[in-house]
């Protein structure tokens, strides 16, 4: 009696094999960027918190818009140039870092001119927690592929710039709550669009995965601070 097994050859064996082997390889690299990123994401919000505090401790003032999206872009285009270095590590800390330095006046101005600013700044920093975890779980869980948003996005962010340019000449005062609860939804959007390029390999970097992520988490923040202040008649 025959016993030798035949294993499968040609097309319907090495090839089946071969993939098999790529997608593990895939799913090991995509665990790994999802790993390193919300381990540097949670690092980089902590030391963000640490530089507000610092900022309000020693009451530093904002450098205004202007300084603030000169030090924002600069900062990111050196995270994005160095972004496969270690100085990308570096630049990532500097970026999020000075985000929070920012975030310190703002806060002490909440704190000092509003009887529940304390209160306020609690709801949205809960709030944002809630509403990243349950995107992102979503996704996680899901698995969808949210690559069909990145026109929808794109355009987003481009109105959002404009507004603020615009802001430059006209008072846009009176339309701050319509625009900030605009950003809220457009950074809920980037999250869900981040999440889904890093599980399905659209991102293999965790350091520009990280620096994304952050952003979202800050404009939804400021936007959510803003909103509960505004719906508070403060």
Sequence with gaps: MQTNRQFPQGR???????????????????????????????????????????????????????LTLVGYFGLLFLTSKFRNSSLGLVFVFALTGFMGMTLGPILSFYMQSMPNGGQLIFTALASTGLMFFGLSTYVLTTRKDMSFMGGFLLVGLIGMVAVILISFFVDLSAFQMAISAGIVLLMGGMILYQTSAIIHGGEQNYIMATVSLFVSIYNIFINLLMLFGMGGDD
Aim: glycine share 8%; proline share 4%.
């Design 12 to 66: 319907d064996g090495s090839t089946t094999l071969s993939q098999r082997s790529g997608r593990q390889d895939s799913l090991l690299a995509t665990h790994t960027v999802l790993r390193n990123t919300y381990f540097l994401l949670s690092a980089t919000l902590l030391f963000s918190a640490l530089t507000a505090g610092i900022s309000m401790t020693f009451s530093i003032p904002h450098p205004g818009l202007v």
